[in-house]
């Protein structure tokens, strides 16, 4: 079939199974896994392949994991997509040789066949609760090479011509502290990847191998409509540079820096100049890097492009070797994911001068990661991963949200009620802080504040946080959003913990952890802002009364806007 | 004969409310008029008004009004429900803004989420706090909650929601809080308590389902005193009922108490004609498409019974039965029909952009300004004006002549529009346009079907509303789907469902019983309290025959989402049960062990008073006093058959024996579409049966 026989009404047919086989999967995931991290976070992430690799639908779950799978695919094909053979199932975590994020993503691949020819590829990757290493949970910061993290998966058969084996499943069950969680998400994985390849086979069957063709031709205009898009952009080069705070009690920022260099139909986003690895967990496997560059630049372009490979050609990528963005051996990186949302930052910081409309202020700067683990008294392990979230910046025209994920990360949260029922864990508070969206015409969204009160005799607690030193910015002269912060309350004594502390805390029965975010940034001038909309906020106590003065310019007396007293108030600022 | 020999149906929608009676000797009549907005009641008032003076009843013969309405969905849609206070746990105030996170859609920065519908000034805390097995973790302070209540009735609220943490364990403190609140408002506050609605573990689904129901209760209350009103006016003193979303009806009195069990009344209709129609026929599996003007609704009967579930949010747009583009809307976890909705539609607007992508839909340019054809100043080609195209629709006999439809400027339309740009001919366009509206609705019934683990092969397709006939063989191939069935009056049997549902009510309990509690003496104890306090719910219909059905959700130890199984009457036979959720497990995801332990989350009670047995139905005699009419017209159909002079009958066409396609079924409100190669046949019933070939 040629370029000019496509139809284009097939194609979006074709369009549309792939991505409801893809969605399909991820439901599979959601409703038969164990783990809380899984099944309530949603932290995984689905995808179909064409048989050449390509990502061809995504499952609408992650975005910042679905740009990783293409670093993945590339591995897989290279090592085993010569001997593939129906009945195969693919395992890999491992960050070194064969594209995995960190070692509790874990990665499982289908090679689907119909009727003994390769046509294409079922992937699915998980987030699971625990595969060792030095502190429950395996995401501590204070890992300094990756042999204390847990257990690597280098790319292996999980599933031999239908035969699973029985030995690497035993290997994984020995080392992990919550083997009935990974055993279970691993078997959800299982049979996503089996409604993939039941999907992919049934429309292989209906159209044939004009099924490739409409499936180049997706990623095709994929490409066309993203080229067109940057087309559209001017020329130029744009840069902006981030920070993470820096690990330990004395943290010492580390740099992400950005260079945006659009030329025609293509853009480079160079990360040169960016910080060294680290002797912590928070360097970033490239795969994650690619793809919050290409989440960035999907998220500010228009139009309904396809959800494949195809629209990530024209976006290159130069991430140095040795550096946080590209790290090699030994670097360990449970919490890498801190790099990749500040990468996403970066480039939206750098792109904002050129569509201002289109961009949005940083939000809270990526999940929180907090693994609390532990031994019941008769030496039961519980154990489990919370991925908090949910603080967006401000938009040129919309206010930033608060109660929605980050939006590289489509997760969920965890019910109270279910976190009490299953772990000896009490939740004191979960809300948003007031005052804490960076002031402007468009205000932050909210920060969040979660607090827990640990009913065990005692656990091990390991977070990953960020953005105290260098709270999430504002944009065309909004503020910055609030500070996060991390406290623990110890026989009635407060005391704040660094945002990637270099070691692990142990806490007793009654004692507190408190977990606040940081806010979206503004964007615009807060004088600006509507007071009306003040007003809102603060009878909604999302802003307080003074913050309306004195970060809005808005008076207010008797629940209304004293219209008289702001003029002159903003006049005067 | 007996005194009262009918029974009166009302199904509201957007635009038409429609109307059917069914009289005891099995002979059904409908008939549309137009909706009310400004007050549906009248609507419905005058549309039973109007077919009783048609066919010479009275009042006081009509044994029974059964009535679906979108008050409730509408309510909500619109924004327009009560100023709503919300009463919750100290340091949870926030539960209902924080939501569960997810939303609908990748990439979209400028996502805008949707309000709550208690604004953040509106919700209080107060001190207390219970543990996951109802355990006392602090006691409620009463002056924290006389303080709450004060502020309440300064608020000049018309409702008022309570949710407190774990309420679903022991409902004590949200009782008292209730008392403390009433004491303060008043009596004309209408009041929801979450353990009361729902009483089951995840807080802030339970706190939406409160919320919706304490949002949409007052209006509910109005409409329903109103339509009782109108009608005791109107000489018609029968007992009125409500659809609810499950597909049973409710009394006046418990819709009043729980609403938010109405929000899909309408689209659960349907699904209870077509799976009174599986009943009829002895087709036992059956998928219900319904498409109308705007949407596509699609659910599957099996057994006879439709599937549900519980997970639904109102106000998202669409509702692709599916958890994952879940966050667009407010949730509300109570018994739906599983129905899938999607924005196809008559009406589906077609648009193509400058890289030459075409879609359908689904914004929809409804009945006014309608489908360019219409002429009524509507300009965007639609899914309808592909189907006049392509010879599918009868200009001069849709809605019985009512609207006279205008092909030539379909035609240009579509021709400057679609066709040109693309470099296609008229019909190819067309064609191209009604494959699209089939993909999108095929979505619809794959997330009933495939989703779930079903295979659509194992189903007939019943397709109805104005425009399932013209796209349900499509649809059917699409899905290697063999047999497709058209019931009489296809544009107005969702109404009929109306006659054939029972009165039914669900009470759930959460046990979060754990692998070694579960123990038969547990389960029947609880399942004697839920199954005693149905009943509640279904008193005024003293003295008939109640039916309880029970089931337990369960789930592998560790897993969040239950698996509903249903348990046989009797003495509660644990292995029994554990086997039937394996069973159900494989069937879901492909697999499932016997020996990992498993929970019992909650069990629930589905009481009904059936009378769907009692009912007869002859649609048959309707179609023997039809006029035979026969005509032919062109009609194309793809590219390996091109435009083909096609022959066109009524139903009654039919009664002499099979036809085969390519053959157009005209009726008064849609046409039935048999495409070349495929059989057409009525069965005893009246309906159209097309048989696919492959």
Known sequence: MSETSIDPITLEVVKNALASIADEMALVIMRSAYSPVVRDTMDYSTA?????????????????????????????????????????????????????????????????????????????????????????????????????????????????????????????????????????????????????????????????????????????????????????????????????????????????????????????????????????????????????????????????????????????????????????????????????????????????????????????????????????????????????????????????????????????????????????????????????????????????????????????????????????????????????????????????????????????????????????????????????????????????????????????????????????????? | MSTQPYRLGVDIGGTFTDVVLLSDDGIVRTAKVLSTPDDYARGVVDGAIAMLDVCGVAGNEIAGVVHASTVASNTVLEGLGARTALVTTKGFRDVLEMRRLRIPVLYDIQYQSPRPLVPRRLRYEVTERLGPRGEMWTELDEATVREVAEQIRHDDVEAVAIALLHSYADDAHERRVEEIVREAVGEEVYVTRSSEILPEIREYERTSTAVVNAYVGPAITRYLGSLVDRLRDAGIDAPLEVMQSSGGTLTPATARRKPAHLVESGPAAGVMACSYLGRLTGRRQLISLDMGGTTAKAAIVEDGRPARTSEYEVGAGINLSSKLVKGGGHPIKLPFIDVSEIGAGGGSIVAIDELGNVTVGPASAGSSPGPVCYGLGGESPTLTDALLALGYLNATQLGSGAITLDPARSRETLDRIVATPLRRSVEEAAYGILMLAVATMTRAVKAVTTYRGRDPRDFTLCAFGGNGPLTGVEIARSLAMRHMLVPPSPGVFSALGLLFSDTEHEVVRTLMLRDDEITAAALEAAFAEIEAETTIYLSGSAGARVRVRRFADVRYTGQAYELSVAVPPGPVDIGHLVADFVAEHVRTYGHGSADDPVDVVSIRALAAIERTSAQLYDPLAAIRTQPVYEDTRLAYFGPDVGLVETEVCSRAGLQAGERRGPLLIDEADSTCVVPPGCLARLDHYGNIEVELVV
């Not at chain 1, 945006?260 to 139909?265: A, K």
């Not at chain 1, 309904?304 to 990186?333: D, K, S």
């Not at chain 1, 683990?373 to 908090?388: A, C, K, N, Q, S």
């Not at chain 1, 965890?414 to 979960?430: G, S």
């Open chain 1, 48 to 573: 179909l392949c064409d048989r050449n690799g390509r990502v061809v639908a995504q499952g609408l779950t992650l975005a910042v994991q679905l740009g990783t799978f293409p670093t993945v695919m590339g591995y897989v094909l290279d090592e085993l997509g010569p001997t593939a053979q129906p009945g195969d199932v693919y395992i890999a975590n491992d960050p070194y040789g064969c594209g995995g994020q960190h070692l509790p993503d874990i990665y499982l691949i289908k090679p689907v066949f119909v009727a003994g020819v390769l046509e294409g590829w079922a992937a699915t990757m998980a987030h699971h609760s625990d595969i060792g290493g030095i502190a429950p949970g395996s995401i501590a910061v204070h890992a300094t090479e990756i042999y204390q993290e847990g257990l690597r998966i280098p790319l292996s058969k999980l599933v031999d011509a239908g035969v699973e084996s029985t030995m690497l499943l035993r290997l994984i069950e020995a080392n992990t502290r919550q083997p009935v969680h990974v055993l279970g998400d691993l078997r959800a994985q299982l049979a996503a990847c089996r409604v993939g390849e039941r999907g992919l086979t049934a429309l292989i069957e209906r159209y044939g191998s004009d099924a490739h063709a409409y499936m180049d031709e997706l990623q095709r205009v994929a490409e066309r409509m993203m080229r067109a898009e940057l087309t559209k952009l001017p020329d130029g080069v744009h840069t902006f540079t981030d920070y993470i705070d820096g690990v330990g009690d004395e943290p010492v920022p580390i740099p992400i820096c950005v260079r945006v260099e659009i030329t025609g139909d293509e853009v480079l986003i160079d990360l040169e100049g960016t910080s060294p690895q680290v002797e912590a967990s928070v360097n970033c496997p490239v795969g994650m890097v690619y793809a919050a560059a290409y989440c960035a630049i999907r998220g500010i372009v228009r139009g309904e492009i396809p959800n494949c490979e195809g629209y990530m050609v024209p976006i290159r990528i130069n991430a140095p070797v040795g550096t946080v963005v590209n790290p090699v051996l030994p670097a360990a990186c449970g919490a890498r994911g801190v790099i990749g949302y500040r990468v996403y930052d970066a480039i939206m910081g750098a792109l904002a001068p050129i569509v201002p409309d289109r961009v949005i202020a940083a939000g809270e700067g990526g999940p929180t990661l907090i693994a609390w683990g532990g031994y019941h008294d008769d030496r039961e392990p519980f154990g489990t991963t919370e991925v908090l979230v949910g603080s967006w910046g401000a938009r040129s025209s919309l206010d930033g949200l608060e109660g929605v994920s980050n939006p590289l990360a489509n997760l969920g949260n965890q019910p109270v009620e279910l976190i009490e029922a299953d772990l000896p864990l009490r939740v004191e508070r979960y809300g948003v802080v007031p005052d804490s969206g960076g002031a402007g015409r468009q205000r932050g969204g909210l920060a969040y504040v979660r607090e827990y009160e640990l009913l065990a005799r005692k656990a091990t607690l390991t977070f990953r946080t960020d953005r105290r030193d260098h709270p999430p910015y504002g944009l065309d002269g909004g503020e910055p959003g609030a500070p996060s912060s991390n406290v623990v309350v110890s026989n009635g004594e407060a005391r704040e913990l660094p945002t990637m502390p270099m070691k692990a805390f142990v806490l007793g029965r009654g004692d507190r952890f408190i977990h606040a975010s940081a806010g979206g940034g503004g964007f615009g001038n807060p004088h600006e802002r509507d007071p009306a909309a003040v007003l809102e906020d603060v009878l909604d106590g999302k802003v307080t009364d003074a913050a309306a003065r004195e970060r809005y310019g808005v008076v207010l007396s008797d629940g209304l806007v004293d219209i008289e007293a702001t003029h002159a108030l903003r006049a005067a600022g």
